[in-house]
């Protein structure tokens, strides 16, 4: 598990499965992720977290 300083790096990356996991976790829709953030096997921590709403 990333803390929040770490995950807000502009180096850290997390894979599709990881960004999957947090969506389900927050009861968001995967495919709206993909559709605002691109369909990658990566995605940089500190985009998902802020779709996400951090």
């Not at 770490?6 to 990356?13: G, H, I, L, Q, R």
């Not at 894979?15 to 990566?42: F, N, Y």
């Amino acid at each position: 598990m990333l803390s929040y300083e770490d995950a807000m790096d502009e180096s850290c990356t997390v894979t599709r499965t990881d960004a999957e996991r947090e969506c389900k976790l927050h009861c968001c829709d995967v495919s709206e992720m993909i559709a605002v953030l691109g369909d990658k096997q990566e995605y940089k921590a500190r985009d998902v977290l802020n779709w996400l709403g951090y």
